[in-house]
């Protein structure tokens, strides 16, 4: 006999299922996630080793110079960057959803799931559901390391708001890599096109270093770069300085790329062959 994978021509499944049912299946699919995460705790490396590794290269590596044209020495540069890698943090664990999700596409576990009478936003809800849940790990685990290298938390609240906005934007960019992660035939790909979009967004902006002795030519592209935006408003929240252009660009950016890549990532998954 043979499993019909496809929804039913004419119906739309997600429509047939009421919120406490959508409700439901997300809860039980996070749950599902996060026993396979318990199953294989090495998917968690990355999450924990990004952190540290970074934290450790960019402050001992890069602090000394950049910090001496801050003005601050490595002890000013700490301040600066930690911040900002909060918003690298965001970017950089936001491809994992993408890259697990076509792992699942390959394995098959996701036509089991198009064949159950589930919604199907409840499956992609789930994964960014669980993805935030690693980026929130990766950035305690950020948060301890800056302390241990002389980071000043000057205002706790200023903290949560900034982690707050951070997740605010990872969950906007997961919704492109969900894509990514329907449309590439491999987790090598979705990969390599991450790695495309990620570095030149991460370098050219103020995550690692001040955008004003850059070239004109890449300061427009920092001021118009969300992650710009972002490791400002960080910045701001968490050691003093303005906060507002910053904040409602990253809110801007994150709703708009969330209207615009969440019914192409659901209606992609649905009607994927």
Do not use: C
Request: hydrophobic share 50%; no cysteine; net charge positive.
């Amino acid at each position: 006999m043979s499993t019909t994978t496809a929804p039913i021509a004419g119906v739309e499944p997600d429509a047939r299922i009421p919120l406490r049912g959508h409700l439901r299946h997300t809860g039980a699919l996070i749950r599902r996630n996060l026993l396979w995460i318990r199953q294989d705790p090495e998917s968690m490396f990355d999450a924990l080793l990004m952190p540290i590794v970074f934290t450790l290269l960019f402050v001992y590596v890069f602090g000394g110079s950049i910090g001496q044209a801050l003005g601050g020495g490595q002890d000013g540069y700490v301040q600066y960057v930690i911040p900002g890698m909060i918003a690298m943090m965001s970017m950089t664990l936001s491809q994992g959803v993408g890259t697990g999700f076509s792992q699942d596409f390959n394995s098959g576990v996701m036509d089991r799931f198009r064949s159950l009478p589930i919604g199907r936003g409840s499956v992609l809800f789930a994964k960014i559901s669980v993805e935030i849940v690693r980026m929130l790990f990766a950035t305690t685990v950020l948060m301890i390391v800056s302390v241990l290298v002389g980071f000043d938390i000057e205002s706790w609240p200023g903290l949560f708001a900034a982690v707050g906005l951070s997740t605010v934007f990872a969950s906007s960019i997961m919704w492109v890599f969900l894509t990514l992660g329907v449309v590439l035939k491999n987790a090598q790909s979705v990969q390599a096109m991450g790695f495309l979009v990620l570095f030149p967004l991460q370098f050219g902006s103020s995550i690692f270093a001040p955008t004003a002795s850059m070239p004109g030519w890449l300061q427009a592209f920092t001021d118009y770069n969300p992650l710009s935006a972002l490791a400002d408003a960080a910045r701001g929240l968490m050691t003093g300085g303005p906060v507002a252009h910053g904040l409602w660009i990253t809110l801007a950016w994150s709703f708009g790329i969330t209207a615009l890549m969440a019914p192409v990532a659901i209606h992609k998954f649905r009607t994927k062959s």
